[in-house]
């Protein structure tokens, strides 16, 4: 059985964060997997080819359509915020369901598991720990969103902040249905998980969730559903998560977080996504 690594995405303290789990590949086969090869650029970068040239980052016409979406009220109760994450789950289906299909990839929703806080709840990407925060999980295609977890002491009722969020984690998904999260995963665990161009892959695949994040707002704005105060909010975030001094360099700078969040927002083509054909500077 082939051994991947998997993705965990964690939000701590403002900032994005990191846990790393073994389990089986997201396909639930098993086997020898494919891998790709990195080609040498002039910059010193190491570039995942195949994985740049997935059926979903080479058309350069591949966007999503404005849509309305009726996103239910925010609240910190359970039952609220599951129902406004189901909500932005519908929308956020509709928005990248066509798209996949167009580039004739497989699609199927993500489940969603809400909850109050991390207490009790066990995963296949993180075991027993309750040491996390919102996060996607490929070995069960699930998105986790623990409230306690969410800063709302912090954010207050600036849902779009928790929206973006949630299109981040949403956009590991579609990473998933594309192949691209398998590939890149199949390549860091050969090259070790913690290796120069193991972490390299990490913040390709971190700041592409962004950039598909970026996407998705940009989307619901252009349907009426987001106003321009709360894009303000969202760029604003963006730019306040990354890896600080002292982290293991695994999600990117913030500077770069942010950057690749406005790329997806502002120009709404997957294609301008493409943080595995990028420089090293621009994924660093």
């Not at 949403?170 to 161009?197: C, F, W």
């Not at 303000?232 to 890896?243: E, H, L, N, S």
């Not at 001094?245 to 700078?253: I, K, P």
């Given at each position: 059985m082939?051994?991947?690594?998997i993705?965990?995405?964690?939000v701590?303290?403002?900032?994005?964060r990191?846990?790393?789990?073994?389990?089986?590949?997201?396909?639930?086969?098993?086997?020898?997997?494919?891998?790709?090869?990195f080609?040498s650029?002039?910059?010193g970068a190491?570039?995942?080819a195949?994985?740049?040239?997935?059926?979903?980052?080479?058309?350069?016409n591949?966007?999503?359509?404005?849509?309305?979406?009726a996103?239910?009220?925010?609240?910190?109760?359970?039952?609220?915020?599951?129902?406004?994450?189901?909500?932005?789950?519908?929308?956020?289906?509709?928005?990248?369901?066509?798209l996949?299909?167009?580039?004739?990839?497989?699609f199927?929703?993500?489940?969603?598991?809400?909850?109050?806080?991390?207490?009790?709840?066990?995963?296949?990407?993180t075991?027993?720990?309750?040491?996390?925060a919102?996060f996607?999980c490929?070995?069960?295609?699930?998105?986790?969103?623990?409230i306690?977890?969410?800063?709302?002491d912090?954010?207050?009722?600036?849902?779009v902040v928790y929206?973006?969020?949630?299109?981040?984690?949403?956009?590991?998904?579609?990473?998933?249905?594309?192949?691209?999260?398998?590939k890149?995963?199949?390549?860091?665990?050969d090259?070790?998980?913690?290796?120069?161009?193991?972490?390299?892959?990490?913040r390709?695949?971190e700041?592409q969730?962004?950039?598909?994040?970026?996407?998705?707002?940009?989307?619901?704005?252009g349907?009426?559903?987001?106003?321009?105060?709360?894009?303000t909010v969202?760029r604003?975030?963006?730019?306040?998560?990354?890896d600080?001094?002292?982290d293991?360099?695994?999600?990117?700078?913030?500077?770069?977080g942010?950057?690749?969040?406005e790329?997806?927002?502002?120009?709404n083509?997957?294609?301008q996504?493409?943080?595995?054909?990028?420089?090293?500077d621009?994924?660093?």
């Amino acid at each position: 059985m082939t051994l991947l690594i998997i993705i965990v995405v964690l939000v701590a303290g403002g900032l994005v964060r990191n846990a790393i789990s073994t389990g089986r590949n997201d396909s639930g086969a098993t086997g020898p997997q494919p891998t790709f090869t990195f080609d040498s650029q002039p910059d010193g970068a190491t570039v995942p080819a195949e994985t740049g040239r997935n059926p979903l980052l080479t058309n350069p016409n591949a966007t999503l359509v404005p849509a309305r979406c009726a996103y239910s009220a925010w609240g910190t109760q359970v039952d609220v915020a599951r129902k406004f994450f189901e909500t932005a789950a519908s929308c956020l289906e509709a928005a990248w369901k066509p798209l996949l299909g167009k580039a004739n990839l497989p699609f199927q929703p993500p489940a969603l598991n809400v909850s109050a806080t991390t207490a009790g709840i066990t995963t296949p990407c993180t075991g027993s720990t309750s040491n996390f925060a919102a996060f996607y999980c490929p070995a069960n295609k699930t998105i986790y969103l623990p409230i306690s977890q969410l800063q709302t002491d912090y954010f207050k009722d600036n849902w779009v902040v928790y929206l973006s969020v949630f299109a981040h984690e949403y956009g590991h998904h579609v990473q998933a249905m594309s192949g691209i999260l398998r590939k890149a995963n199949s390549e860091r665990a050969d090259v070790g998980p913690r290796s120069t161009v193991g972490l390299e892959l990490s913040r390709r695949v971190e700041l592409q969730a962004n950039c598909f994040d970026g996407m998705y707002l940009s989307s619901s704005a252009g349907g009426g559903s987001l106003t321009n105060p709360q894009l303000t909010v969202a760029r604003k975030d963006a730019y306040g998560r990354g890896d600080q001094a002292g982290d293991m360099r695994d999600h990117g700078t913030s500077e770069n977080g942010g950057v690749w969040f406005e790329t997806g927002l502002d120009e709404n083509l997957a294609a301008q996504c493409n943080t595995f054909t990028a420089s090293a500077d621009a994924v660093g």
